[in-house]
Every structure is written in C-alpha cells, then in structure tokens.
C-alpha cells in the first residue's frame, strides 16, 4: 500500500477499502493520489489546513474553552448510487416526521389509531402544549433537519437519530469544503464532487418561503444566545453568509403580537426568527420566566400569524430518542412507504420487562438519555467502569422513560491522519435536508465527524472529535484508467496570507443555553 497506510487495519467496515484490502471502486483515485504524497507534501497540506482553520477562526467550545474545529486530511467519498439511497431515506423521513408534528400538535389521529401511545407524548418534556394548534404559514415546521447516518459491519447504512430543532454543523460543511478545495485542488476537480457553495443560500430561500401570507419581502433575522454558546462560530458565519441581522434576545421586542427588532434608524419588523435558542429559554412568557436570551411574547406573535419561528416550538418531541423507536412505523402509517434507511436495533426502557433484560447486559449495550445530544450521558457498556454501570442503572431504574438501550454498532471507519501515516478512526454522516414547503432538499455530503481517539465509537466535537470533508461523487474520475495527479500547492508570495475562506455545550451561564454541539 505505501509507507502512508503502512500498518493500517480496522476492525470495521472500512469506507476506503474492502474486505479483500483493495480500494472501493470510487476510492481508487484518491488512493492512488494520497500514495504519491510525500512526507513534506504531507506536513505542508495539513499546515494549511491548521493555518485556514485558525485564521477564520472556525471554532467550537469544549469545557468551556474554544478549540480549531479538527479537519482530517483525508475526505470521505460517496457514490452516487448510494447518495441517491441516502438522499432519497432522508427525505422520507422528514416527510414523516413534519406529518407526525402536525398530527400530535393538531388532530392526534396518530394517537387515536394506536400507532404511538399517549404517554409517548404527554411524558416528554419536549412536547409543549403552547404549541399546540399553532399553524406554519407554509405547513413547514422542520425547515432544517440533521439525520445522524451510521454504518454497520454489514456496510448497512442505518439512521442514529434525528435533529430537528436547531440541528448545527452545515457551516463546517461549507468552510470544510473551501478549504479542502485548496489543498487538493486537481483531485477535487477530476473527481467530479458535487458542489456545497449553494447550501446557504437555499437554507436562505426556505426561511423567506416560510415568512407569514402577504409578506413579499420578509426580513429574517438569526437569534443567538451570544458569544459563549458552542455554536457562536456557526451563528456569526450563517448570519454573515445569508446577509441577514445576527441579534440576541435583547435587540427584540414585540407589541401587539407583532415582533420588530431595535436598530440604529429604529425599529423594525421581523418576519421570520431562525432562532439558535432553547425553547425553554425562547419566551420567558410561555416557558422560563428567567431567561434572558429569549423574548417575551414571541410565541404569541407566531400564534397570531404574524411571524415565523424556524424551526419550529415543540420539535423536540419528534426528535425524542423515544419517538425514534416508532419512526419506521410513522413512515408507514403517515406515507404508506417500508424505511428505506432503517434504525439501529432499539429498545425501550419504559416496558419493565424489556428493562430488566437490558439490565441484565449493560455491559454489552449503549444507554443514552432520550433528552441528550453532543454525546453528553451517553453509557457505553463495553468500555464502562463498574462504577459507571452502576450509575447508570441507578439512573434507568428511577427514570426509564429517560433512557433507551441500543445494540453497539461498529461504526464504519475511515483514514484519518495519525502522525506521519493514516489509520482508520470511526466515521458518522449527519446529511442536512432543507423543506421549503414545496420541496425537501438534501444538500449534497453533509458533515462527516471522525472520532480522533483511537478504537472511540463517541464522534461529537464536544467530546473531542473532529470532521472530514465529504464528497458526493458524480460520475467516475474524468480521466479514466489514469490514477489522479495531486497537483502542488501554489507557492506563497512574501504578502501571503492563509487561504481567504469565504454542539450542545457545557451550559455554565443563562448566556449559553441553546443548541448547536456537533
């Protein structure tokens, strides 16, 4: 294989090579294109990326601390036959889950019919009556989805979990792009990636669609929880990216159920709220009274018509690691349709008997609470400590509605850098879908988080992962049978600068609460 994968090995379905150690067939380019790289052409491709990465300060926080989001060195390649799979999951599965919202915040037929119990509703803290009976101007209450995708031993693709409240990460997508772009500039153009510049601005498109009945000319504004969220980076970048008002819960007010924002020329009305905040701490009117990111009477705005919350209040019902387990039955009953990307194995722990089994080998599951996200509660019991199985169990057995048990999959890996040579590190797919009302878009890659520890399932930046660049191949190499050719990076001049490139957090402060770790 060369000095560069010398030692390589996974004990998983491996997304560069095969079984037999020979590349897939879309990987051979890249393969032989990373075997003609010297080391010093290794040292000098991973310098621009630190160098990028640090001077667009493409951050996330992790313990309180801002950290360079970690971008591999080598990117993960999709085919088209199976992005067409993927794409078309996705897509069935927000269909579903936007009829699943509008059902138990409306008419609860699905309840009536026994397709879900009514304690899978009324037991989560994420379903909120205030919501209830409150009408989308577009019927759109997902206007953003991030499907957490794995592989399986088996090379299956099957879906983690669903994000549907304020799901992150599509900045890096875009920036992990720009800057991979510039350090494989000739095996980024022979290998026909489909592009990701665009995704901003159709994320744009939807969030003006969605802007109440009459409105021609909407004014969207992003709300923040400020500069000590996880996600700031990401807040700061789409605000800037879509030339929209980046505020914080300050610069809002409502009067007569009608929102405006404060500005130097004076107020001003806002149409649609892309809010990176908390429905707890969206308005202190309906949910805490403390907060101080959120803005009263909001929601009463939304209710009157007169304003677009994106996404939506309530959500986080449909996105309850628990209605997870009932999602290939809502797509049947909702879409008359069989899952075409399937769950892991599940189980849940509100039936007694079925705790008591998976009690009974904690050692051999994954627990995770149905509330978590950035990897946060999450038990891994092959590589628990006996003091950690006993916390956990403790926890399942005061609250188990609170938890879900799922078999260990070994997700598929990936080369990643190591030092001086590659090795495989486990790899997840979160694919962002967009809904415009009329169309749902799956935006071409997505973001692929790598687990950096070596033998680590946990790939969430907030536990210290990182992310690779994902491209969605279109056809084969444009010159076929002739391996790629890695084209040198352009030489500096002396006035050269870096390249110009165009998660839920540890919560110590009320500034903080919003979503957005990935």
């Keep these: 294989m060369g000095s560069l994968f010398d030692g390589y090995y996974s004990v998983a379905y491996d997304e560069m090579f095969a079984a037999n150690g020979a590349p897939h067939p879309h990987t051979k380019a890249l393969f032989d294109a990373l075997q003609l790289l010297s080391g010093s052409d290794l040292e000098e491709r991973v310098a621009v990326i630190d160098r990028s990465m640090r001077d667009q300060g493409i951050t996330f926080s992790r313990a309180g601390q801002e950290w360079i989001f970690p971008l591999d060195l080598v990117p993960r390649l999709i085919p088209t036959v ?48 205030a919501a209830a009976g409150l009408e989308p101007a577009n019927g759109v209450r997902i206007h953003i989805a991030g499907i957490d995708l794995v592989r399986d031993a088996e090379g299956v693709l099957r879906v983690l979990e669903d994000n549907l409240r304020v799901p992150s990460g599509i900045s890096y997508v875009v920036e992990n792009r720009r800057t991979m772009a510039r350090v494989f500039p000739g095996l980024f153009l022979e290998q026909r990636v489909q592009p990701v510049a665009g995704h901003v601005a159709l994320f744009l498109a939807a969030l003006r669609a969605a802007a109440p009945a009459g409105v021609e000319d909407p004014t969207v504004v992003l709300l923040t929880p400020g500069v000590y969220n996880s996600a700031y980076f990401e807040h700061a970048f789409l605000g800037r990216k879509m030339g929209i008002e980046l505020v914080e819960g300050r610069d809002l007010f409502c009067r007569d159920n009608v929102l405006y924002m404060r500005t130097t020329s004076g107020e001003r009305r806002v149409h649609v709220l892309y809010r990176r905040v908390d429905d707890d701490y969206l308005d202190p009117v309906h949910f805490r009274s403390e907060s101080v990111v959120g803005c009263p009477g909001v929601l009463n705005a939304a209710r009157a018509g007169n304003v677009t919350i994106a996404n939506a209040v309530g959500n986080g019902v449909a996105d309850d690691k628990l209605t997870y387990t009932y999602v290939p039955a809502l797509i049947e009953y909702y879409l008359g349709e069989q899952p075409l990307l399937p769950n892991v194995p599940t189980y849940r722990l509100d039936d007694p008997d079925v705790m008591h089994d998976c009690l009974g080998r904690l050692d051999e599951l994954v627990l995770k609470p149905v509330n978590g996200s950035g990897g946060y509660g999450l038990l891994i019991g092959p590589a628990a400590t006996e003091e950690e199985l006993a916390a956990t169990r403790a926890e399942v057995l005061a609250n188990p509605r609170g938890w879900i048990a799922q078999e260990v999959i070994m997700l598929s890996t990936s080369p990643s850098l190591d030092g001086d040579r590659l090795a495989a590190r486990h790899v997840d797919l979160r694919p962002f879908a967009i809904n415009d009302g009329s169309q749902i878009r799956v935006l071409p890659g997505g973001l692929t988080r790598v687990a950096l520890r070596e033998g680590s399932l946990v790939v969430n930046s907030s536990q210290g992962g990182g992310s690779k660049d994902t491209w969605v191949l279109t056809s084969s190499p444009a010159r076929k049978g002739e391996p790629s050719v890695v084209r040198p990076l352009p030489a500096p001049t002396v006035k050269a600068k870096a390249p110009d490139l165009g998660p839920r957090s540890d919560q110590p402060q009320q500034q903080q609460q919003g979503q957005g770790s990935c």
């Design 82 to 129: 199976e992005w067409t799979l993927i794409e078309a999951g996705v897509i069935q599965r927000v269909r579903a889950l936007e009829a699943f919202l509008a059902d138990i915040y409306g008419p609860r037929t699905v309840l009536a019919d026994g397709i879900v119990p009514h304690s899978l509703v009324s037991s989560s803290t994420a379903f909120h009556r």
